[in-house]
């Protein structure tokens, strides 16, 4: 896909203080024209104080920040951007005793302008759920509105705040699924969320927040490439045996809950450590090649893991 | 204005769509009359407001017979003496302050006791439709006789008299007199408790931080709410007024001026809600809050007994209360045609719904700082 380098949201040395506390200390970072944009960490990282400053419901305390070049401190340049920018704020629940049509005219009267309702439920595909009340409806077909309301006025940007939080995951796959939609029509979209692989498969360009500090910026494949470490060979349920035998080549290789986790640094690691086992008949019960991802990057630059949003 | 527009037609649609709430909105007040109506209309009370005017004056001094009757009223313990200035023109006078009874000792009652033929007169809502009245005129016949023994030393013959004069101009019943009060309870608590509890409930979901990423703004969103609560507390004064009027030959009916303070009213108390709303945090404790402020003012503002039942501390209190002003005007306009107390209240509950409504835009907690 060719994508033009227009920068629409420019965050530069943001800071944002409550009292002595800085929940955003200091972050800057781009989004350009068309891209999907993953702002990343776990809870209380600072990602929704940042994007309720872009939105211009929260006031900064230092640094500068514009979307579509206009200046979040400035209140002409407010009222430009809430014309211009669509937002799912974190735990969205609209009306409940309206229904999908209705609630989506209520919104589209606060900007007097907007897409049309039809095709607006035909993207985020409610047809058969057009007089349904909110509160008939699915987690999922739930987000699915919320998304089509933050889209209401045709918005340049669009800011989802943690849109899949709390879906089964056959619905975070359907939210998935719209964003792709809305990716093919070149919105930009910025999409916060505690899940790696949302990001990892979402996303044109990553920023990785931690204790409001920015610790890592690049595509998935840039940021697994140069923090995501090497590919691991799983041996499930190879037990102590296996873990003695793989040590003497790859003195790297752990005993994690039975499995043994070898490291793999060249080529020809993966076709020696197989015939060391199969050779010496160790007993396994299936040998796994995982390749590292957003969560190993997310490890490495922290020591940590995320687990439903909290930091381990 | 659309916008306005939108945030009024939606929050009715889901009223209309909410069976527990639109049966409660039309029913509250409904049982409010029937319970309220059979109870106080029995009710009766040891102390009673008495304007008193005092005429008889020679030489600039009140005399001798004038004085002791007023003396003797005062030992009661009954009665409330409320002195009014002599030169004042007593029908005019009960219009403004919106008295409900005075007692006038005439001019010439001095000499006329020598004479044994005085009188005094006795301006009051008639008893069969004010229970008070009824109290207030027998006390002021007892002392009437007593005053006939201390100056005679003989039961009969009579030398004073009263001439009793209604000062209402029609006939009307007890629910004539409750329904004004009704209506202005029903007000506020339609208006604390509806822009109370939606406005809690709305940010409790995310709406109001939705709507605070559009271009609408605090004010419209205020000013939608208020008017909303504005149709809500006409739908619940018609209810009022039409059971009145099919169940109890309800006589009294708005005209322009209860109109204007029924909006006034409308607008006063979801302003005040708001403000309410804005140190409210979960929808759990929104009723618990419009209850706290709803509950004392019911039964301080003269909604369904007459304010002088109450000790002279919660008097004065009742005095800085809206509701007081919404229910003395409702009457004055409803019952008793006093069109310049009515105008004088409207003024007060129009100037704090505007108060309450600045004030909520001012501090209601649309955008975080």
Same mark, same amino acid.
């Given at each position: 896909?060719?994508?033009s380098?227009?920068?629409v949201?420019?965050?530069?040395?943001l800071?944002?203080?409550?009292g002595?506390?800085?929940?955003?200390n200091?972050?800057?970072?781009?989004v350009?024209? *068309?891209e #999907?944009?993953?702002?990343?960490?776990?809870?209380?990282?600072?990602?929704?104080?940042?994007?309720e400053?872009?939105?211009?419901?929260?006031g900064?305390?230092?640094?500068?920040?514009t979307? %579509?070049g206009?200046?979040?401190?400035?209140?002409?340049?407010?009222?430009?951007?809430?014309?211009?920018?669509?937002v /799912?704020p974190q735990?969205?629940n609209t009306?409940? %005793?309206?229904t999908v049509?209705?609630? %989506?005219?209520y919104y589209?009267?606060?900007?007097?302008?907007?897409?049309?309702?039809?095709?607006?439920i035909r993207?985020?595909?409610?047809?058969?759920?057009?007089?349904?009340?909110?509160?008939?409806?699915?987690?999922?077909?739930?987000?699915r509105?919320?998304?089509?309301?933050?889209?209401?006025?045709?918005?340049? @940007?669009?800011f989802l705040?943690?849109?899949?939080?709390g879906?089964?995951?056959?619905a975070?796959?359907?939210?998935w699924?719209?964003?792709?939609g809305?990716r093919?029509?070149?919105?930009?979209?910025? /999409?916060?969320t505690?899940?790696?692989d949302?990001a990892e498969?979402?996303s044109?360009r990553v920023v990785i927040?931690?204790?409001?500090?920015?610790?890592?910026?690049?595509?998935?494949?840039?940021?697994?490439?140069?923090?995501?470490?090497?590919?691991? /060979?799983i041996?499930?349920?190879?037990?102590?045996?296996?873990?003695?035998?793989?040590?003497?080549t790859?003195?790297?290789?752990?005993?994690?809950?039975?499995?043994?986790? @070898?490291?793999l640094?060249g080529?020809?690691?993966?076709?020696e450590?197989v015939m060391?086992?199969?050779?010496?008949?160790?007993?396994?019960?299936?040998?796994?090649v995982?390749r590292?991802n957003?969560?190993?990057?997310?490890?490495?630059?922290?020591g940590?893991?995320?687990?439903?949003g909290?930091?381990? | 204005?659309?916008?306005?527009?939108?945030?009024i037609?939606?929050?009715?649609?889901?009223?209309f769509?909410?069976?527990?709430?639109?049966?409660?909105t039309?029913?509250f007040p409904?049982?409010?009359m029937?319970?309220?109506?059979?109870?106080?209309?029995?009710?009766?009370?040891p102390?009673?407001?008495?304007?008193v005017?005092?005429?008889?004056?020679?030489d600039?001094?009140t005399?001798?017979?004038?004085d002791?009757?007023i003396?003797?009223?005062?030992?009661?313990?009954v009665?409330?003496?409320k002195?009014?200035?002599?030169a004042?023109n007593?029908?005019?006078?009960?219009?403004?302050?919106?008295a409900?009874?005075?007692?006038i000792i005439?001019?010439?009652?001095?000499?006329?006791?020598l004479?044994?033929?005085a009188?005094?007169?006795?301006?009051?809502?008639p008893?069969? $439709?004010?229970?008070?009245s009824?109290?207030?005129?027998s006390?002021?016949?007892?002392?009437?006789e007593?005053?006939n023994i201390?100056?005679t030393g $003989?039961i009969?013959?009579?030398?004073?008299?009263?001439?009793s004069?209604? &000062?209402v101009s029609?006939?009307?019943?007890f629910i004539?007199?409750?329904v004004?009060?009704?209506?202005?309870m029903?007000?506020m608590?339609?208006?604390?408790?509806g822009?109370?509890?939606w406005?809690?409930?709305?940010r409790?979901?995310?709406?109001?931080?939705?709507?605070?990423?559009t271009?609408?703004s605090?004010?419209?969103?205020?000013?939608g709410?208020v008017?909303?609560?504005v149709?809500m507390?006409?739908?619940?004064?018609? @209810?009022?007024?039409?059971?009145?009027?099919?169940?109890?030959?309800?006589? $009294?009916?708005p005209?322009?001026?209860? #109109?204007?303070?029924?909006?006034?009213?409308?607008i006063a108390?979801?302003g005040?809600?708001?403000?309410v709303?804005?140190?409210?945090?979960e929808?759990?404790?929104a009723?618990?809050?419009?209850?706290? &402020?709803?509950?004392?003012?019911?039964?301080?503002?003269?909604?369904?007994?007459?304010?002088?039942?109450?000790p002279?501390?919660?008097?004065?209190?009742a005095? #800085?209360?809206p %509701?007081?002003y919404l229910?003395?005007g409702?009457?004055?306009?409803m019952?008793?045609?006093? #069109?310049?107390?009515?105008?004088?209240?409207t003024?007060?509950?129009l100037? $704090?719904?505007?108060?309450?409504?600045i004030? *909520?835009?001012?501090?209601t907690?649309?955008?975080?700082d």
């Amino acid at each position: 896909m060719t994508m033009s380098k227009e920068v629409v949201i420019n965050v530069d040395s943001l800071v944002k203080k409550y009292g002595s506390l800085a929940a955003v200390n200091g972050v800057s970072f781009t989004v350009n024209r *068309g891209e #999907v944009f993953s702002f990343v960490g776990p809870n209380g990282a600072g990602k929704t104080t940042t994007v309720e400053i872009l939105v211009c419901l929260r006031g900064l305390t230092a640094g500068k920040a514009t979307v %579509l070049g206009f200046d979040v401190a400035d209140r002409k340049g407010q009222q430009q951007i809430r014309k211009r920018v669509g937002v /799912l704020p974190q735990d969205f629940n609209t009306f409940d %005793l309206l229904t999908v049509k209705e609630n %989506l005219s209520y919104y589209k009267k606060m900007y007097g302008h907007g897409m049309d309702i039809g095709e607006l439920i035909r993207l985020v595909d409610l047809e058969d759920k057009t007089k349904t009340l909110y509160k008939n409806l699915s987690g999922g077909l739930k987000k699915r509105l919320a998304i089509a309301i933050a889209l209401v006025n045709d918005p340049e @940007v669009i800011f989802l705040d943690e849109p899949t939080t709390g879906l089964d995951p056959k619905a975070r796959r359907d939210v998935w699924d719209l964003i792709e939609g809305l990716r093919e029509q070149e919105k930009t979209i910025f /999409l916060t969320t505690h899940y790696m692989d949302e990001a990892e498969v979402l996303s044109d360009r990553v920023v990785i927040i931690s204790y409001g500090k920015i610790i890592g910026d690049g595509t998935p494949s840039d940021l697994i490439l140069k923090h995501g470490g090497n590919t691991t /060979l799983i041996v499930e349920e190879g037990g102590e045996a296996a873990h003695e035998l793989l040590r003497k080549t790859f003195p790297d290789a752990r005993l994690e809950n039975g499995d043994v986790l @070898v490291p793999l640094n060249g080529k020809s690691d993966l076709p020696e450590a197989v015939m060391m086992l199969n050779g010496n008949k160790a007993k396994y019960a299936e040998l796994i090649v995982r390749r590292p991802n957003l969560e190993d990057v997310f490890l490495n630059l922290t020591g940590k893991k995320i687990v439903e949003g909290e930091l381990h | 204005m659309k916008r306005i527009a939108a945030i009024i037609g939606g929050a009715l649609r889901m009223w209309f769509r909410s069976k527990s709430t639109l049966f409660w909105t039309l029913a509250f007040p409904i049982l409010l009359m029937l319970l309220f109506g059979a109870i106080f209309s029995v009710s009766q009370d040891p102390r009673f407001d008495l304007y008193v005017q005092n005429q008889d004056i020679i030489d600039n001094e009140t005399t001798q017979f004038s004085d002791m009757f007023i003396e003797m009223l005062n030992e009661t313990g009954v009665l409330n003496l409320k002195m009014v200035d002599p030169a004042e023109n007593a029908t005019k006078y009960i219009d403004v302050v919106g008295a409900e009874r005075m007692l006038i000792i005439p001019k010439g009652f001095h000499q006329s006791c020598l004479t044994q033929n005085a009188s005094v007169i006795l301006k009051m809502v008639p008893p069969e $439709v004010d229970t008070s009245s009824a109290t207030v005129r027998s006390v002021v016949y007892q002392r009437v006789e007593y005053f006939n023994i201390v100056t005679t030393g $003989v039961i009969t013959p009579v030398v004073v008299t009263i001439e009793s004069e209604s &000062i209402v101009s029609e006939s009307y019943s007890f629910i004539d007199f409750f329904v004004p009060g009704l209506i202005g309870m029903s007000l506020m608590t339609t208006g604390i408790f509806g822009a109370v509890g939606w406005n809690t409930r709305n940010r409790e979901l995310g709406i109001l931080k939705k709507l605070a990423t559009t271009p609408l703004s605090k004010f419209e969103w205020i000013l939608g709410v208020v008017l909303y609560e504005v149709v809500m507390g006409a739908i619940s004064t018609g @209810v009022i007024l039409t059971i009145g009027v099919l169940l109890f030959d309800l006589r $009294v009916l708005p005209n322009i001026y209860s #109109v204007i303070l029924i909006f006034a009213g409308a607008i006063a108390f979801p302003g005040m809600g708001m403000v309410v709303a804005r140190f409210v945090k979960e929808s759990d404790s929104a009723d618990a809050a419009a209850n706290a &402020i709803t509950f004392p003012m019911m039964f301080l503002s003269g909604s369904f007994f007459p304010l002088e039942m109450m000790p002279d501390f919660l008097r004065e209190i009742a005095k #800085v209360l809206p %509701l007081t002003y919404l229910n003395n005007g409702l009457r004055d306009s409803m019952v008793y045609g006093n #069109v310049s107390s009515a105008l004088f209240n409207t003024v007060i509950v129009l100037a $704090v719904g505007i108060f309450f409504i600045i004030l *909520g835009s001012l501090i209601t907690n649309w955008r975080e700082d």
